[in-house]
């Protein structure tokens, strides 16, 4: 079977002008990450990931970084 070639995608997130913060809050933010997702993307704002539980890795160029449950991790 043929690797699924990684797509990149860039999300745009509008905010008001004097807005600091975008929080998407809910448990339809509660996604599974991990294996089996080819697809990357990045935003033009910087994102804050917070794992509730389980664990994982996320991986910035060369750069692996491992966390689990009750951690919150700066994207980018």
């Known amino acids: 079977m043929q690797k699924k070639k990684p797509r990149l995608q860039f999300r745009y997130?509008?905010?008001?002008a004097n807005e600091q913060v975008l929080a998407l809050l809910g448990e339809s933010w509660r996604r599974p990450y991990g294996?089996?997702?080819?697809?990357?993307?990045?935003?033009?704002?910087?994102?804050?990931?917070?794992?509730?539980?389980?664990?994982?890795?996320?991986?910035l160029q060369e750069h692996v970084n491992f966390f689990e449950g009750e951690t919150v991790r700066k994207l980018g």
């Open 13 to 16: 997130y509008e905010m008001c």
């Open 35 to 59: 294996d089996g997702i080819s697809d990357l993307h990045f935003h033009n704002y910087m994102e804050i990931g917070i794992c509730y539980e389980g664990h994982g890795k996320s991986i």
